[in-house]
């Protein structure tokens, strides 16, 4: 049976009636009987994870475990959040998981594919001498997305840009698309300048990458929920200073970015997992007007990972809420009715 909600509808503001036919939505009146789910309220295109790596190990040695990676899905979409994406996960997500019909839409990008000219790396990362070509083969391989290491270590000299640039021109040739991992200045910058489609974190991101992130349509993913903790909790060293001083022009650069025209995206990057909401308040709180910063965890990311939003036609993902969460951010923790895929989960 069909199912039928009638409430605001976001961003636009208008109430009407829609309908979910399977996992496509119609505001054309079905024939046949309709279940109404959701009365009232205001209706949001479901939540979006942009940065999110489920299914590691605890440990200083983790690896990939499809229990793991079940359970914090599940609870990525328990919170209403019914598309990720993964920048980076430690193994593939087994079809059963991908395919399940309560399962959050994903978007891989395969691994953390690190040069191995960077003086450091993580354990988690895949350490490779053609950066190149394994960005074009995990772009290949998983959703149209490679995930590189533009830098690791901070201090650090980065990822040459003459290679990031080569990347990107790799990956765009295949029709795909490059999300760096960057929190050096010089990485940020190398990044910005080659044209990378998402640069993560930023932290210490020079001022001249706002303009070259426009031009270049570049959308910046700043994680703010990893790095308040991160920043937070460090010593007061000349290291931990550096990362307090980036991560205060991160929150400067989020409202110049969003200003200069530039796409600003929720990730979250840490747990608890189904947190997005936090990374909405963090936005907020960084200076990005409310509405965009809903959007950065909804009908914005969707249509950066090409899922659209409450239009005929579309994706039946629709988290349902008593308040407009524009007002009230808040109210984004306590989603009155989730339908994925067409199925109510709550
Ligand atoms: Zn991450």
Not at 226 to 244: H, Q
Request: net charge negative.
């Amino acid at each position: 049976m069909a199912l039928h909600l009638r409430g605001t509808l976001l961003p636009g503001g208008t109430p009407r009636d829609l309908w979910l036919l399977g996992d496509r939505i119609t505001f054309d009146r079905p024939s046949g009987a309709a279940d109404t789910v959701a009365d009232g309220g205001f209706l949001l295109p479901g939540l979006v994870d942009v940065h999110t790596h489920p299914g590691a190990t605890e440990g200083d040695d983790p690896v990939f475990d499809t229990e793991v990676f079940a359970e914090q899905i599940a609870a990525h979409r328990d919170a209403g959040t019914t598309a990720l994406r993964f920048p980076g996960l430690l193994g593939e997500v087994p079809a059963s998981l991908r395919d399940a019909p309560d399962a959050p839409r994903m978007i891989t990008a395969g691994r953390w594919l690190a040069w191995a000219g960077l003086s450091q790396s993580a354990g988690f990362h895949t350490v490779t001498d053609d950066l190149v070509a394994a960005a074009v083969a995990e772009a290949k391989a998983h959703d149209g997305w490679c995930k590189i290491m533009g830098d690791w270590d901070f201090e650090a000299e980065p990822v040459p840009y003459e290679m990031v640039r080569t990347v990107v021109e790799a990956v765009h040739a295949a029709g795909a698309r490059v999300a760096a991992h960057c929190q050096s200045a010089a990485g940020v910058l190398g990044a910005a300048r080659a044209g990378v489609d998402s640069i993560e974190h930023g932290m210490g991101m020079p001022e001249q990458c706002i303009g070259l992130m426009a031009e270049h349509g570049t959308s910046y993913v700043p994680t703010l929920t990893a790095f308040a903790d991160f920043a937070a909790n460090v010593k007061s060293t000349p290291r931990g200073t550096l990362i307090r001083d980036g991560y205060r022009t991160m929150i400067r650069r989020v409202r110049e970015a969003h200003d200069a025209g530039v796409t600003v995206l929720a990730g979250t990057d840490s747990a608890p997992y189904g947190n997005v909401a936090t990374e909405v308040e963090h936005l907020i709180a960084a200076g990005l007007p409310p509405e965009a910063a809903v959007g950065a965890a909804s009908w914005t990311a969707r249509e950066f990972l090409g899922l659209g939003g409450l239009v005929e036609g579309g994706f039946a993902d629709v988290t349902v809420y008593d308040a407009d969460p524009r007002l009230e951010p808040g109210v984004l923790r306590h989603p009155r009715r989730i339908v994925l895929r067409g199925r109510v989960i709550r």
